[in-house]
Structures are given as C-alpha cells and as structure tokens.
C-alpha cells in the first residue's frame, strides 16, 4: 500500500535544535545540564506563586547558580523584565533557568537574548513556550512578537512531579491551549507530514489525559502523557505558522484583557468550525486524534465533526466555554471583529467579517459549534 501524503507536491521541514531531558524526577538532572551548558553563575527565574518550586531548582544547582528572581508575571512586561535584568546583571549571571509555565519562561527568553546566555526551561504548565524560538512582549498595554533562534531555550526539562499541583482548572485551560497549537498546525500554511504527525499524537495524549487528571489531578500516567503531549504540541507551535485560531485569541488577550489559556479554550471550537470547509483533511486528523483518545459523540448521537467532539471534550472537562464568562462584554464584540480583521494574515478559509462576527457570538454564548 501507497502511503498517502497529504502534501503531495512537496514540503518544506525544519526541525528545531532541542535538547529535551524527559521523566519522573528529570529536575534533578538541572545542575549537570548547566553543566553541559558551561553555565557556572545561574539565575533561577519564576513566578510568586511558584517560589517552592523555584527554591528547589536553586538547590539542586547548588554553587552553579547565584540567586533567584521570583516576579515573573503574565505576557513579558517590559518593566519586569528591567529589573530582572539588574539583577542579573549585579549578580554576572552568565546563565537563566526558568521554572514554570510560560510567564517565567517568557521572561527566561526575554533575559536570555539581551544578555546572550544560554537557558534551560523546566516547563510547569502546557503551554509550549518552551519549544519555541518565539517571544511576546508587552510595553505600554501593547504586545509585541518577535522570533530569532537566539530565543529558544537550549534544555529544556519535562518533570512530570512538577506538574502534579498544577490546579486543574488551569490543568485543562493550559492542555486545550496546547491542544490548539497542535490543530493550527495541521491546516497550517507551511503544514507538513512530520509536524502533523506529532500534532495527532499531541492532540491524543492530551485529550485522553485531560479527563483522568479532572478527577484523579496526581494521577502519574495522566500528568506523563499530558506533558509529553504538550510537548509535542509545543514543538508544532514552534515549527509552523499558527493561523485565525491564534490571531483570535492574540486580540482578545490584548485588547480585552482575557485570560490567556481561557480564551483559547473557549475560541478553540469555533476556529475549528470556521475553518473546517476549507480544511478538510486537517479536520479528519484532528477528529481521528480525538477518537483515538476516547472522545466521541453521546451514545445515539448523529456523527461528530472535529469541531463539536473538541466541544464535547471541553464540557466533559468542566472547561470555560463562554467569553462572557471570561469578563468579554457584549458589546465588545464588534470592536473584536475589527481588530481581526485589521491586519491581513494567512488562514485556509477567508477571514470575512460577517462569518468572523458570527464566530465571535458563539464564542461569547458558548453555544456548540454547528
Ligand atoms: P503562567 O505561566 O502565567 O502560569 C499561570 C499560573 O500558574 C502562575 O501563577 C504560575 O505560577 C502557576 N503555575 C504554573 N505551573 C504551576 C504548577 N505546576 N503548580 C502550581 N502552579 C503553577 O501560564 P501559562 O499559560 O503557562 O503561560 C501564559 C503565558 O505564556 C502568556 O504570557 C502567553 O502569551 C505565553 N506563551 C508564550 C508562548 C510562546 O511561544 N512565546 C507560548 C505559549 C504561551
């Protein structure tokens, strides 16, 4: 039998340099990777609520680092990271571990290519920012992207006993926001046969853990398979363009202050339904990766589209469903369409604006996708 390529005409693949130690335990191999990085004054990043976890990095590295910085906060402000980088700049740090989700990695990044060091990211939430070369900014209310391979953490660190206090609630928003960059991927512009393999295996190992960690949240097996899945799925965020899903969420954050892995949890399902006409193969993927991880329609229910079993999965896990639950006004949504449509980017179906409104009212009521 003939393997079926989906892009038959050819593709392009490049494959990002990581170095990825993976396991139960995998924090305390941190001293011998600065080590292997010629890292000898380390600078421990954080957030507040994660000093513990902060203070244990510190002493495993032992005389390898020469403090911590635990004020890390949500998108990068400018300002944070100032003082983060006096700090590092009066204690010669020559090195930044980042232990946490993708604030304290995001500001991991932001030291890392103003001083040049080299950085290894101990990833506590699935978000993937570890996997990327990718850095958001903000200054003055405004955010700001911006990509270099001078970005992206030399080690990075998947400890799943990290992972076991991470609240559930935050669990499932985080797991679906990885779980998007996993579906982008697959109807990317620049998609391709590898990216979308582990794209499908992401998506599968996340949706098939998200349930068992809703009612077990330290359960081993589960927390393993959704860290590896949000790996993978970071690794696809990373490899390829993200498309209206992404560029949605992006506006929403910025403009109206959301929560981050919220709104992608709530806008997920509706980007998938916009885009599902024009994308079908890329919707068969991810309603096979969604079966595949037990997902599936009531019993008696009509067949599910990648969209409404992703929507179904959601509830299943008590994820938020509706923007104006997350704060998002009524009428809000107006300036929302502008603000998507306001500057041209790529997506397999059209952005048009009354589609585009349409999709924003269901994301607001949380109605099921169609
Ligand atoms: P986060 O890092 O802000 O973490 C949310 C909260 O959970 C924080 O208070 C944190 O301390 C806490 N927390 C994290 N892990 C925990 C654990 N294991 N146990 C207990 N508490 C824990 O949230 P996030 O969703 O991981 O990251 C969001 C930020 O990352 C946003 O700024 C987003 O823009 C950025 N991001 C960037 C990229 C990229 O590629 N550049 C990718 C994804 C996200």
């Known amino acids: 039998m003939i393997m079926a390529l989906a892009a038959l005409a050819g593709f392009t693949y490049t494959g990002l340099p990581a170095r990825v130690v993976f396991g139960a335990g995998a924090r305390r191999t941190v001293r011998a990777e600065a080590e292997r990085l010629a890292i000898t004054r ?9 000093t513990a976890h902060g203070r244990e990095v510190l002493a495993e590295l032992g005389d390898r680092a020469v403090g911590m910085f635990d004020g890390a906060v949500m998108h990068t402000p400018v300002e944070v990271t100032e003082t983060a980088l006096a700090a590092a700049r009066a204690l010669a ?9 993708g604030s304290a990695i995001g500001l991991g990044k932001a030291l890392a290519v103003r001083r040049g060091m080299p950085q290894i990211a101990l990833a506590t939430t699935y978000a993937g920012s570890e996997m990327t070369p990718i850095l958001g900014e903000t200054e003055r209310g405004k955010k700001t992207t ?70 077990a949240p330290a359960d081993p097996a589960a927390r393993t398979s959704a860290l590896y899945g949000a790996w993978l799925c970071g690794t696809c965020l990373g490899s ?27 806008v997920l399902p509706h980007a998938i339904a916009y885009n599902a006409p024009a994308a079908p193969d890329a919707m068969a993927r991810i309603a096979g990766a969604l079966r595949a991880a037990g997902v599936s329609e009531p019993a008696g229910g009509a067949p599910s589209t990648a969209a409404g079993l992703l929507y179904d999965l959601e509830r299943s896990v008590g994820a938020p469903r509706a923007l104006a639950d997350l704060g998002l006004p ?41």
């Open 330 to 370: 009524r009428d809000a949504l107006d300036h929302a369409t502008d603000l998507a449509l306001a500057q041209p980017y790529w997506n397999p179906r059209p952005i048009e604006r009354g589609a585009i409104r349409a999709l924003l009212e269901h994301a607001f009521t949380g109605s099921r996708p169609a």
């Open 146 to 215: 911006r990509t270099s391979p001078d970005i992206l953490p030399e080690t990075v660190i998947y400890d799943v006993e990290l992972t076991l206090d991470l609240p559930v609630g935050l669990s499932v928003t985080s797991g679906l926001n990885a779980i998007a960059h996993a579906v982008e991927a697959l109807y990317a512009r620049d998609t391709n046969p590898i990216t979308s393999l582990l794209a499908e295996q992401g998506i599968t190992a996340l949706a098939g853990a998200l349930p068992v960690i809703t009612r």
């Open 93 to 101: 740090a020559d090195g930044v571990i980042a232990v946490g989700g």
């Open 240 to 266: 390829v363009g993200m498309a209206l899903h992404h560029k949605l969420c992006h506006v929403l954050g910025g403009a109206f202050d959301l929560p981050h892995s919220e709104t992608h949890a709530v």
């Open 42 to 50: 380390a600078l421990v990043l954080t957030t507040p609520a994660q």
